[in-house]
């Protein structure tokens, strides 16, 4: 079975700081990693992946992901945080032996505010 | 380029009642999974439709099934609704040809209020 972990249900920053939100993973095969972010009273809206490559992933909105194998984590950062990065972030897993099967396990989410 | 479309955006139902959500996927996408979000909760997978056919279900009962059409769109049903069930249904498209079919693009999902 696949899961997610988010260990921290809310994240305080100051306007201009970086920012790390924390994300670790347990599949039995290799990870497809996905970072989603979550307006109020909307969907997901996708912010980037790892499949396969460099450890360092670059997706929108200036926000990166650094995927670590051996400690089974891909946390998001973002170097100088925005009062309107505030929002509920999703990591999320699926394991790339089902093939085709595209089910993805999402961790519980964690509240990011930023402090102007 | 539309991206996933959802309806209703809200829906009130009452125990026992029968409820029909619709999803039409982003331009392109084939293959489309529902999600059920409960409140300060992460999505949880119901089912995943691609070719018309069921291709892989989460751990839900078999109140919630569901539809594809030959044009991709889908439908979600749950019957013998229980105030358990209230919470956002998000549907997710995706394509299954190319890289970017590892990549679900969600819609802004549907409020079901169970009373």
């Known amino acids: 079975a696949q899961s997610v972990a988010q260990p921290e249900d809310q994240v305080n920053v100051a306007e201009g700081n970086p920012l790390t939100v924390k994300c670790t993973y347990s599949v039995s095969g290799n990870p497809y990693l996905f970072w989603y972010v979550q307006y109020p009273n909307r969907g997901l809206q996708f912010l980037l992946k790892?499949?396969?490559?460099?450890?360092l992933v670059k997706g929108s909105y200036g926000f990166e992901a650094e995927f670590n194998k051996s400690q089974t984590s891909f946390h998001l950062k973002k170097p100088s945080a925005l009062v309107s990065d505030s929002a509920l972030y999703f990591c999320?897993?699926?394991?790339?032996?089902?093939?085709?099967?595209?089910?993805?396990?999402f961790g519980t989410g964690t509240k990011l505010q930023v402090i102007p | 380029d539309a991206g996933v479309t959802q309806s209703p955006t809200h829906l009130i139902k009452t125990r026992g009642q029968q409820v029909t959500l619709r999803c039409s996927p982003k331009s392109g996408h084939d293959t489309v999974s529902w999600y059920q979000q409960a409140l300060g909760q992460g999505p949880q997978f119901i089912f995943q439709y691609y070719e018309e056919e069921e291709r892989q279900r989460g751990n839900f009962p078999d109140r919630f099934s569901g539809h594809q059409f030959p044009n991709y769109s889908s439908e979600l049903n749950v019957n013998a609704l229980l105030l358990g069930d209230s919470a956002l249904y998000l549907c997710?498209?995706?394509?299954?040809?190319?890289?970017?079919?590892?990549?679900?693009?969600f819609g802004p999902g549907t409020r079901l209020t169970v009373l």
């Open positions: 790892y499949i396969t490559g460099d450890n």
């Open positions: 997710a498209s995706s394509s299954s040809s190319g890289g970017r079919y590892l990549t679900q693009y």
């Open positions: 999320a897993v699926r394991d790339n032996s089902r093939g085709g099967y595209q089910k993805v396990t």
